[in-house]
């Protein structure tokens, strides 16, 4: 098994198509089609469906692929910090969040880095909680800032904690429950959530509570519609303060719950792959952002109000 192969299945994969997946790659199409054909043949196994609409991967070829874009990365990675310790640090960073987890100090330390080394190119994603361990796993991202507690992470990533953020219920402005005072009251009505309860903290806010989970439960990940929908319908809403701080328009038309049960915050953590694994790109990074929240002789930006 080559890396030429490898990087041949995964063009060919995403791109649908022979041609393209050649053109990409600068490799003529039947040198594309040899290197597939050997990989086949070393594996036993299809690896590809040809037909009229395009070329797709066998169960056999999306495993390999999924396992292929790792190797990649691991191999970019590899070159880059070779590159890093022949010279100055000009590597890729690549960084996941949630809307929800930067905030002024993830901003301040961001800047120092950047003035630290102007040279590594800095990507910032941001994508909802699973897809941002999704991420890390296949190895696009070099680390994330997550909402997701650490009992539910997996083996191989380093997870700290950073720090708390404030959170609230809320209902849109004239909702017949917006005077509920307990967390029963609201089991009955439609929930509005980011992630699934399973991973949301409105789950434990249930559980410790020793309340039934509520069953009408729409999951929405798109930032724009969930914000429109908590205006306009009558589901309940679970929010950062920091963000509801930050849009005027949420506040005008959102009203903050007041029951007697605490809402759950978002505990917001940093996780990157094993120490072993990061390029010092990463590394760098990570020091930063680990000294800032968890140094008590830090200097700590204020959040804005």
Known sequence: MKLHQLRAMVSICESGSIQEASRLLHISQPALSKGIKELEAELGVPLLIRSNRGITATE?????????????????????????????????????????????????????????????????????????????????????????????????????ELYEQPTVLAVRKGHPQADATSLLQLRELDWL???????????????????????????????????????STDAVSYWSQRVLDRTQNLMDGLQVLKIAEPVPPMNISLVCRDQELMTREAKALADELIYVYKSPHAVKAPEPA
């Open 60 to 160: 056999y070829g999306e495993r390999l692929v999924r396992r292929a874009r790792l190797i990649l990365e691991e191999v970019r990675r590899a070159r880059e910090e070779i590159e890093t310790l022949k010279g100055v640090m000009d590597g890729k960073l690549s960084i996941g969040v949630s809307p929800v987890t930067p905030g002024a100090q993830f901003i301040s330390s961001l800047n120092r880095y950047r003035k630290r080394y102007p040279k590594v190119h800095i990507q910032i994603h941001e994508l909802r909680p699973s897809k941002l361990m999704e991420g890390l796993r296949e190895g696009l991202l070099d680390m994330a800032l997550t909402s997701l507690p650490p009992a539910r992470s997996t083996d191989g990533f380093h997870w700290v």
């Open 193 to 231: 959530l980011q992630d699934s309860l399973e991973q949301s903290k409105v789950g434990t806010m249930f559980e410790d509570n020793e309340i039934p989970w509520p069953e009408n439960v729409i999951e929405c990940a798109s930032v724009v519609l969930f914000s429109e929908m908590a205006t």
